[in-house]
């Protein structure tokens, strides 16, 4: 990251992007795309946490996916009860994604599953936004 100016678009880049992911995590719900959406509130946390780490480090953030990794990469305390839901929001990442997962996470996708974890990525982010 050559200067300041490097700094803000990459921090803007990574927020604008989490904002158009968190839409789409809403949309996705809303339309019964359960496992769909909780991959996508998984990414919106990941890019916050990207977006949190490039304006603490002022450098690129690493190529993570571990939402409790990221952040604590940029030396924020993270609460044990705070850490429990950054690894479970983690689970979305790789269990929408691959084929062996889909059927099973499908199925554990409930609507009162899905709601309840997309209120803690609402308070994942909520808790983020706080710290930038």
């Known amino acids: 990251m050559s200067?300041?100016?490097?700094?803000?678009?990459?921090?803007?880049?990574?927020?604008e992007s989490a904002e158009k992911d968190f839409q789409t995590m809403l949309d996705l719900k809303r339309?019964?795309?359960?496992?769909?959406?909780?991959?996508?509130?998984?990414?919106?946390?990941?890019?916050?946490a990207k977006a949190l780490f490039v304006k603490i480090?002022?450098?690129?953030?690493?190529?993570?996916?571990?939402?409790?990794?990221?952040?604590?990469?940029?030396?924020?305390?993270?609460?044990?009860d705070r850490r429990k839901v950054l690894d479970g929001i983690t689970r979305f990442n790789l269990r929408a994604r691959y084929d062996d997962y889909k059927h099973s996470f499908y199925r554990l996708c409930t609507d009162e599953f899905t709601d309840?974890?997309?209120?803690?990525?609402?308070?994942?982010?909520k808790w983020i936004k706080s710290l930038l």
């Open 31 to 48: 339309t019964g795309h359960n496992h769909w959406a909780l991959f996508m509130g998984h990414l919106v946390i990941e890019k916050l």
């Open 57 to 80: 480090n002022k450098a690129q953030p690493p190529l993570l996916h571990d939402l409790r990794r990221i952040i604590e990469k940029t030396g924020v305390t993270i609460e044990p």
């Open 116 to 125: 309840h974890w997309i209120e803690k990525i609402k308070e994942s982010k």
């Open 3 to 15: 200067g300041i100016s490097d700094k803000n678009k990459l921090l803007e880049f990574w927020l």
